[in-house]
């Protein structure tokens, strides 16, 4: 079994940054795929970024391009998003999220592990 932790969430002001840790144990995590997803109050649950098992293809939902990264560390078991020129639509609890596959869906429901989520707040 994944066992996914985040952290790195807050309360940030519009314009700010934040980074989110996402620290996997439970298996070899360079045999995951790895991704983040949000869910604000009242919402489903969407996807945000998603990177392959060795750092390639990093890929983001239309309205994060340009602002947040992901990356990954084999090494450390970690992927991190930074985020950048948050907005207050950008509040919601992050959620990281592992795959078997090559690639995170862009489905939550065809995700395999979830963590508990980390909030982020922004302020305007």
């Known amino acids: 079994q994944v066992q996914l932790v985040e952290s790195g969430g807050g309360l940030v002001q519009a314009g700010g940054s934040l980074r989110l840790s996402c620290a996997a144990s439970?298996?070899?995590?360079?045999?995951?795929?790895m991704g983040w997803f949000r869910q604000a109050p009242g919402k489903d649950r969407e996807f945000v970024a998603r990177?392959?098992?060795?750092?390639?293809?990093?890929y983001y939902a239309t309205d994060v391009k340009g602002r947040f990264t992901i990356s990954r560390d084999n090494a450390k078991n970690t992927v991190w998003m930074q985020m950048n020129s948050l907005k207050p639509e950008d509040t919601a609890v992050y959620y990281c999220?592992?795959?078997?596959?090559?690639?995170?869906?862009?489905?939550?429901?065809?995700?395999?592990?979830w963590g508990q989520g980390t909030q982020v707040t922004v302020s305007s």
């Open positions: 439970g298996r070899t995590f360079s045999s995951l795929s």
């Open positions: 990177i392959n098992r060795n750092s390639g293809s990093p």
């Open positions: 999220a592992a795959d078997s596959g090559s690639v995170v869906s862009n489905r939550p429901s065809q995700v395999d592990y």
